[in-house]
């Protein structure tokens, strides 16, 4: 089983379009669950950070994590063709601990 | 004011051939990354230094060896290039639990 598991998509949407985007991990021991945005050939992006399991809001965006079911969500909310773009989560137990991506969702996000 | 650089940015070379990519961070950080993201985006791990010294290396051939002068620089080297090497390398550094990353080095091994 793969450390993390992403549905690469690609996933399509219209312009206002709530979209969701979603990763498994296996590992309990991850503490610090991440969201990295990568525009075509750019290097990513940090979007969201979070510790442990909740909720974190930042403006359009937010991020989900539920260490029971060992799943974590990004949302965004009015969806913006700016926001097409690749969205890899990590996962990381802290420390100098390695981070661990998911294979990446590409976002397009139609005007 | 690029936090992360790298150079060259492309890199288009025959196999067999040695090459080396450079990596410098002005943020201050003591640990630095080197990741390789294949065809299919898929991100993972190379090596990883904190303050001049090795300490994650996820079974890399041993082609590859990073150097790292001094804190703010971390270099890869790779000889004899294969074919399987074609990929777009970064170089990346850690502050607490957030990673910076540079603008990647897209190598083509011909």
């Known amino acids: 089983q793969k450390e993390v598991e992403q549905d690469p998509g690609p996933l399509s949407v219209p312009e206002g379009a709530i979209v969701s985007l979603n990763c498994t991990y296996s590992?309990?021991?991850?503490?610090?669950f991440m969201w990295y945005r990568q525009y075509s050939r750019k290097g990513p992006e940090l979007l969201m950070y979070?510790?442990?399991?909740g909720n974190k809001e930042d403006g359009r965006f937010t991020a989900q994590v539920d260490k029971s079911s060992k799943y974590i969500s990004l949302f965004i909310r009015d969806s913006q063709p700016s926001d097409s773009a690749t969205y890899l989560c990590?996962?990381?137990?802290?420390?100098?601990?390695?981070?661990?991506f998911g294979k990446g969702t590409k976002l397009t996000v139609n005007p | 004011d690029t936090a992360v650089s790298q150079t060259p940015k492309y890199l288009v070379t025959q196999m067999g051939n040695d090459k080396s990519i450079k990596c410098e961070q002005n943020?201050?950080?003591?640990?630095m990354y080197w990741y390789k993201q294949d065809s299919k985006k898929f991100l993972k791990i190379m090596f990883s230094?904190?303050?001049?010294?090795?300490?994650i290396n996820e079974t890399v051939p041993n082609r590859f060896s990073p150097k790292s002068p001094d804190k703010a620089h971390l270099n890869l080297h790779i000889n004899s290039l294969e074919l399987g090497d074609s990929a777009v390398y970064f170089c990346?550094?850690?502050?607490?639990?957030?990673?910076?990353f540079g603008p990647g080095t897209r190598l083509t091994v011909l």
């Open positions: 990346a550094s850690r502050q607490r639990n957030e990673q910076f």
């Open positions: 590992n309990s021991a991850f503490q610090y």
């Open positions: 979070t510790y442990s399991s």
């Open positions: 990590a996962v990381t137990q802290g420390g100098s601990e390695k981070l661990v």
């Open positions: 943020l201050g950080h003591d640990t």
């Open positions: 230094y904190n303050n001049k010294e090795l300490i």
